[in-house]
């Protein structure tokens, strides 16, 4: 694949260097470190097209959990899940820490699907935005 065919966050990931990129992830999604279930609901929320009841379901609990855990990930990163800008962050912190499988930063993701890749391989036909794609039923 040739860098012009790269979607923006994949050419983001490419000039600013993924290490840069787990580092900021890390420091702003720090507040998250050690909470499994936020983590869960948040990564279930973008791989569903942030579909609450999609992922609710995708977690075998009832969408109110998981509403709950979303606007706990809100108020510790301070952020609006509503607002543009702030999915923007989330996503590209996640997708950090998950393209490098940082442990010692965050929690493994729940789901074993794309968790059986080694560290740093993303595979042929994914981008770091695909997280929408990915379903696991």
Known sequence: MAYEDFD?????FADVGLERMVAWAEDFLKPLA??????????????????INVAAEALTIHHNPLRYRL?????LLSVNLKQPAAVS???????AIDLTRQPEALKQRSSRSWDELPVGEVGASRSVTDFGNRRTR
């Open 8 to 12: 923006f966050a994949t050419r983001l």
């Open 34 to 51: 050690n909470r499994a279930n936020l983590l869960a609901g948040l990564r279930s929320y973008f791989e569903n097209d942030q579909n």
């Open 71 to 75: 606007t706990k990930v809100e108020e």
């Open 89 to 95: 962050w989330v996503f590209l912190a996640l997708t």
